[in-house]
């Protein structure tokens, strides 16, 4: 962890691969083996969904998760790329933990990794999660004690 309270301040957490596709995803998580973190790999609905994080994501920005991503897909035997481009969607998903403070926060992408992510035929796709209750708490009841 950085040191901050994740509830207090924005920030970026994590980039997750999402996937869905008509065929069984799990060939594509085996593939990966130990570097990634499987989430989720099973039925969603009528479709298959495989989620994603990279085993080694700590203290990694958006642009290193997502090249590092790219060069597992990269390296994948024809048999699961084959899979992986028969995909409905692979997404990149940036999640950001938004707070109170700082007023902004920006997560800047490089055009490399944006050609790196358009080569293997993904999209970016960012998430925001709502503040947590417990911060937004905390400052109204310190804000009314004074």
Known sequence: MTGFDLTE??????VDLDVLSRSALE???????NAVCVLYVGREGK?????????????KDANELMEGFVELIGGLPPKV?????????R?????????LKPHC???????????????????ITITTYAPVRDALSRRSKAARKR
Not at 9 to 14: A, P, R, V, Y
Not at 47 to 59: K, T, V
Not at 110 to 120: D, E, F, G, K, Y
């Open 47 to 59: 479709i298959f969904g495989a989620h994603f994080e990279l085993a080694d994501s700590y203290q």
């Open 81 to 89: 790329r084959k899979l992986w481009n028969g995909a409905k969607s």
């Open 9 to 14: 301040t924005i920030q970026f957490m994590n």
């Open 27 to 33: 060939p594509l998580a085996a593939a990966f083996g």
């Open 105 to 123: 926060h920006e997560v800047r992408l490089s055009t490399n990794t944006l050609a790196a992510v358009a080569r293997v035929r993904g999209s």
């Open 91 to 99: 997404v990149f998903n940036i999640g950001i933990q938004s707070a």
